[in-house]
Each structure stands twice: as structure tokens, then as C-alpha cells.
């Protein structure tokens, strides 16, 4: 008798780390169940050669397939559908993040699509009053229902799909054909800020596995989320981090980026560059170091945004521009996230042993509200998210000030938590590094109350977790 099966749709580097670099996957395997994962296919070759082991097969998730049919199959109805179902969840919640995705669209559209913003803007208004309109748009995406992954379905014949996100992305189409089979459904938050940003399920879910009750209750007020369909299962990414697992010897890790084992360590990770440059930031904390102005000799480490690989000219030029000044400074040095290929490129997981490293050994971790403000407390780093102005913003693109951006549901909880300090200017700037260089303990009790209540399980747990929790869904 074969066992039952299990898709897990990974079309994205977070869900690589989230499903395959916790203990999730072996737990599954270990309780019976045939794993298919369902990934880019340029990359099958190589997760089964890092990954392969018995129980797991990996096919392709024919993203080219699914973005050929948002292209071509009545694209305008499509984007403003599921413009509607990111824009439209209930106003019961903080939607600071998505109001600024609107004021995006709405700042970044042309011919027909700015002719047709404000009835949509209208629209949007509507369904953040009404339950039943949040209803309808969620019905009204199963039209685009492509067969892409029918023959899977056919061949495999799987007890449940879990993807890592409910719809948000092209996993819309697979979640639609598993509800058109009667085929039972989960989903996985694999990001911090997703349920507050995403907002309505892509697709029918019949369960939801997130990090915390936060993150829970955002589902519930926002999306409509049954609190039963809710699960809470940590995060189990983060698993590694907790357990030290991924970290390299401080000697090794300091020889790799010819840093100075006497001078203090400040990083930078470079964050939010679609919306605002990082530039300034990184220029303000160069001069800083060069300058010799902090209380200790100190060295500055820049981990580059994954978007500055991208081929978009400005993200390019500002990724230039950071090499160019660790090239011309003093104990300026760079850090380049490391690329998995395919469609994912540098948002691969990768280099998890250099991240974790990155943030072990900061004397002080700086970045603009990323999501890696709480994978820093995770590792007990003193965190200053830099919120410097650029005084022009992205040129003939739609730009947020960082000043503005504090209210962001996650940004409000890492500033309202007291597990670190936000600077402005670069005299704030000079006084928080200042205060943690002098002080490394500050805060350690908030920041450990920060992740509990943003991660939940702090014990490396929450692969295993939630692993039991989907093998609960098969009975």
C-alpha cells in the first residue's frame, strides 16, 4: 500500500529554509508520509543532491507555466483581483503596510490601470467594512483556475497541500486545483510581516500554521480566519538559530571578511530598498567608523538586499555604490547574500551560516525593520534600526521616507517593545551604537520578551511542531 502523500510548495528561498533547514521535513517523513516538493525546476537537481534522502521526490512547480497564465489569461482581471485581495482586508487591523502598497499602485500606474485606480480605491473601502464582500472577492478567484499541475495531482494523488503562503503568490493556482479536487489545504507564514501585508487567502485554505498569537490574531481580524483553522507553530526557520547550529567559529568567520578581531563590530543589513535607498544610511555609518567618531574602534559589515541583484538600474547602482565604498574606506567591508539560482536568486537560504554568524558576532546589528530586527534578538544582538531620510528618494520611482514608516504593524511592535532603538539623524544614530558599544546588556530582558511573544517557541521546537501539526490534518 503506498503511503499517504504530502505537496509542500516551496517557490520561494524562505520556504527552502522553512520546509527543508528544520526538522520539519524528517518529522513528516518519519510519521509515514511520502514528501513531493514541489520547487523551481531549474533547481531540482540540485535539492535533490542537497537534500534527497528517502521518502522525498521533487518535481517541478512550473512557474513559468503559472506566470504565462497571469500574463495571458485576461491579465487585467487577474491583477485587479488580486490587487483587491492584498488591498481589501478588514480595517479591524493595523493596515499601515498596505495602505503604502496602494499608495504604490496608485503613484506607479499608467493607461488603463489609472483610469480604473479610483473605482478600485472605492472598492477597497468597501470590502474593509464588509465580511461579505471579503467573502466574494475570495470566491471570485477560483475562475483562474489553470490545470497546470493536473497530471501531479493525477499521479500522486496527495492527502493534503501545503504551500507557504494561502495564494499570495503563484502557489494561488495549485492551492485552486487541490480545492476543485476536494483535496485538503494548509498554508505556512514563512514571513514576519506577511499576514499584516498580504491580507485575503490567494485561493480556498482550510488551515493556516503562523508563527504567534499575534500573527494569529492579524488572520483572524484582518482575514477572516476561523480561530479554529489557526494553528500556532512557531517559526521553524528560526530552529537553527536558536540552537546555534548554523554558526561559524568567530575566528574563522572574522578571517572570511578580513575583519579586525580588536575592533567592535557594527552590521548593516541593507533592507526596504524597494520603497526607499539604503545609501545614506550606509554612508552615515561608514563615516561614523572611518571617522573614528564611536566610543570604541569599531568596523562596519554590509550585507547587500538581495533586490541589488536584480536588474533594475537603481537597486544595481546602489549596490555598486556600497562596494565602491568599501573599497575607498577603512573597515568598511561587504557581504553579499549567497544565490541558490532559478527564480529565487539571492532570497535562497543559502548562506544561513553566515547570517546567523553575521548577527552572533555584532557587537551592535543595524538594519531599516527587518525582518532579520527579530532574527538578531534571536542571537541576543543589541539592534538600532536606522531610519535616515534620503533627501531626494528613488528617482521618477514612488518613495516612503524611512521617518514615516514606524507605524507599520511590525515596525510599531519592534519600537513599542523596547528591544531596540530607531535613529533618525546621525547624532541619534551615533548615540544608540554609542550606548550599546558601552553597554552590550541593555534591553537583553526586553529583547527576550520581544521573540517569545514574536516566535513563540524559543527551543528550536517549532519544526517538529509543526510538522505534528500538518500530520494531524491527515486523520
Known sequence: MNPRTIFLSADHGLAIV????????????????????????????????????????????????????????????QYWIDFLRRAGASNRINLEAVDSYIQQVGAEAVGLRRAAFPAMRVAVALMRRSRYARRRLVTAQ???????????????????????????????????????????TAAAIVGWDNPSSYSLPGAPVDRITCWSQIQKDELVRGADWDPQQVHIGGIPSYDGYFRRSWLIPRTEYFN???????????????????????????AVLARLISDDSLGAPSQLLIRLHPNHFMDVERFAQEGEQIRRMARELPHVHVVEPAPLGGEFGRYSGEDMDEKSSMMAYADVFTTVYSTMVVEAACHGAPVVSVCIDHDRGWEGKFTLPLSRIGGWPTHDRFRTSGAGRVASDERGLRAALNE??????????????????????????AGRRTAGYLLSLLN
Not at 526538522?23 to 513531493?36: E, N, Q, S
Request: with cysteine; net charge neutral; glycine share 8%.
Open 18 to 77: 522553512y520546509f527543508l533547514q528544520s526538522d520539519l521535513l524528517p518529522t513528516l517523513l518519519a510519521g509515514g508520509v511520502r514528501v513531493v516538493l514541489l520547487t523551481d525546476d531549474s533547481l531540482i537537481g540540485q535539492i535533490e543532491e542537497r537534500f534527497g534522502r528517502e521518502g522525498l521526490v521533487v518535481e517541478g512547480l512550473r512557474m513559468a507555466a503559472a506566470r504565462q497564465y497571469w500574463n495571458h489569461e485576461r491579465p487585467g482581471q
Open 142 to 184: 477560483a475562475r483562474f483556475s489553470p490545470p497546470i499541475y493536473a497530471d501531479l495531482f493525477e499521479k500522486y494523488r496527495p492527502s493534503l497541500v501545503v504551500a507557504a503562503t494561502p495564494g499570495w503568490r503563484s502557489d494561488r493556482y495549485l492551492l485552486r486545483e487541490a480545492a476543485r479536487r476536494g483535496v485538503g
Open 256 to 282: 572570511r571578511h578580513g575583519l579586525d578581531p580588536e575592533r567592535k563590530l557594527i552590521a548593516y543589513a541593507a533592507s526596504f530598498i524597494t520603497f526607499s535607498p539604503n545609501i545614506q544610511n550606509v
Open 436 to 461: 550599546y558599544l558601552e553597554n552590550p546588556s541593555a534591553q537583553t530582558a526586553e529583547r527576550r520578551a520581544f521573540i517569545e511573544r514574536e516566535c513563540t517557541y524559543t527551543d528550536g521546537s
